[in-house]
């Protein structure tokens, strides 16, 4: 019987620093380290971005107590995800950019402000949007890191859980602030604010 390990060496040398296995075998697997990597700089630039304007668009519901507490969840949820998938950059050989403004450029999606008319009903609206446009992100990733990128993969697919959770979330009470109508969302309330059941980092680095 050979001595031999089957996975012991593999294309990088050993001791190269300057080449990742974490990276290789992606290649090997058909996928585009590199490409995964730029799009998942967009897709958490966008996800740091709502949590910023979601701070704003919580703030001017005012007088509407369980809208804001399900904003504050979502907003929370929305820095946890950043912080779950950011670490997965440098992982994959990138930075995130060193000016914010370029940070916030790139971001996937449009930046959610806060309506020049802020009722309840109009900043619903931009909440709503920015899910759905999270989750058209996140299910992108998905099928990008499919069977090539299980590590990605598995961050994106647990992200976009929860963003299709915040989507059905302001379903549910644009439905009823805009149009009267009952359109249950059918979740229970997280144990706390920002929970990110599926996302969060906590249980690794409870320091973060």
Known sequence: MSDEK????GSVKPGDTSERVGMKIISERG????????????????????????TNLRTHLAGHEDYKEIAEDAR???RAHFELAMPRVYELGGMIPREL????????????????DPT???????LLEAERCAIRTW?????????????TYDMAQRILQEEIDHEAWFVELLSME???????????????PGDAPLSTNNRFNRSA
């Open 6 to 9: 089957k996975h012991e060496r």
């Open 31 to 54: 996928g585009d380290p590199e490409e995964i990597r730029e799009k998942l700089i967009d897709a958490i630039g966008a996800e740091f971005s709502t949590y910023y304007h979601y």
């Open 76 to 78: 929370l949820e929305d």
């Open 101 to 116: 403004s370029d940070f916030m450029d790139r971001a996937s999606c449009a930046h959610p402000y806060l309506p020049e």
């Open 120 to 126: 309840a009903e109009n900043i619903l609206e931009v």
């Open 139 to 151: 299910a992108e990733m998905c099928d990008l890191t499919q069977g090539v990128d299980p590590r």
């Open 178 to 192: 805009r149009d009267g109508e009952v359109n249950p969302a059918g979740h229970f309330v997280r144990d706390e």
